[in-house]
């Protein structure tokens, strides 16, 4: 059909109307909140490059987690900030650890929540890769038997799902046997599948201290010009387990979300992760775009190329407006 008998702008007439029409909609049970977790009590450290975020001692992450719980946001995803880092993270799977703890306060003060964990070793080791280190080198396969160690910590300590993001080959197939070997077959695995090596994630590593002392984790994380290589890796969890499969980051990517979406049956997930985040916050800081405009604009693009589930760190602002 074409002018003048189709008229696109008549469904456009009234907010009505266009809310009749609207092919997507952004729930705040499609947000995931990702929380940094530090030693000590009291402690709130500022995120330099995310206003608004903070490194909370495992008191105040509680506080806050119960605030986004409020405003119906399901879910959080957990960052520990180790006091000690040593070659072999050991920190990752200490059966005191401080993601281990906080899982326990979280699941004790606030049961219903979904508490998710990030699994990987970057946090915890000293050279601040994501796995066990052979001269400048990632190994991968003696990595998978310390991932799977950490993610059955952390179902000990109460986690709800766990969240490998550290890109080895394999891990999530050694996960779920581990899991399943200790009784946790009702541990769901989202597996961060196709996560690019990204500087997009230069603020986070900032906040979880996580930056690599030698070399950049182009060995594991997939190259930026890459699509088709994110199906295999996609398929590739799937086969091995996974129950939900995140792409990340998810603005430069939206075609890879969209083309998961088509490939893949299970839910899918985005990472709007931190220097997306960030950009926001600083061109809204100059005053050079409208931020929560821009903000909601771009979760529900996230939404619309095909995620059913966001991490992002705009959750509590966006489930502020989503709820009005
Ligand atoms: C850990 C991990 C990273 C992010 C999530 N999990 C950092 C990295 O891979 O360097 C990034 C999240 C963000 O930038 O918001 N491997």
Redesign the pocket.
């Known amino acids: 059909m074409l002018f003048p008998d189709y008229r696109p702008r008549r469904l456009r007439q009234s907010e009505a109307l266009r809310k009749m029409i609207r092919e997507t909609a952004l729930s705040t049970s499609d947000l995931i909140l ?1 929380l940094f977790a530090i030693d000590g009590k009291g402690v709130k450290n500022p995120i330099d490059a995310m206003p608004g975020h903070y490194q909370l001692s495992i008191d105040n992450l509680v506080k806050v987690a119960g605030d986004a719980f409020a405003l119906d946001i399901p879910a959080v995803i957990l ?1 520990g900030i180790p006091s000690k880092k040593d070659p072999l993270g050991t920190q990752a799977y200490a059966k005191d650890g401080i993601v281990q703890r906080a899982i326990k306060a979280l699941k004790d003060k606030l049961p219903d929540l979904v508490v998710i964990t ?1 699994v ?1 070793l ?2 915890y080791t000293d050279h601040g890769h ?1 796995g066990f280190v052979v001269g400048q080198t990632v190994d991968n396969d003696a990595t998978l038997e310390l991932l799977a160690k950490t993610a059955l910590s952390h179902a000990k300590a109460g986690a709800d799902m766990v969240a490998p ?2 890109m080895m080959d394999g891990r999530v197939a050694e996960i779920r046997t581990v899991l399943d070997e200790n009784d946790f077959s009702q541990v769901p695995i989202m597996s ?1 599948a196709a ?1 690019y090596c990204s500087a ?6 900032e906040a ?1 201290q ?1 930056a690599p002392q030698f070399g950049d ?1 182009r060995t594991y ?1 997939m190259d930026p010009a890459n699509a088709r290589e994110a199906i295999r890796e996609a398929t590739m969890d799937v086969e091995e387990g996974a129950d939900i499969i995140m792409v ?2 998810a603005l430069p990517y939206l075609d890879i979300i969209s083309r998961i979406r088509d490939e893949v049956d299970l839910p899918v997930a985005a ?1 709007n ?3 997306e ?1 960030s950009m926001i916050k600083a061109a809204e800081k100059m005053g050079w775009i409208d931020g929560q405009k821009v903000m909601m604009e771009t979760l529900i693009g996230i939404k619309r190329a095909g995620a059913d589930l966001i991490l992002t ?1 705009f959750a509590m602002e966006a489930a502020k407006i989503i709820n009005v």
Do not use: L
Not at 200 to 205: E, L, W
């Open positions: 990702p960052f990030d990987c970057c946090e994501c993001s550290d961060y996560k997009f994630y230069g603020p986070f590593r979880a996580s984790r994380q990340k980051p990472y992760v931190s220097g985040f760190y």
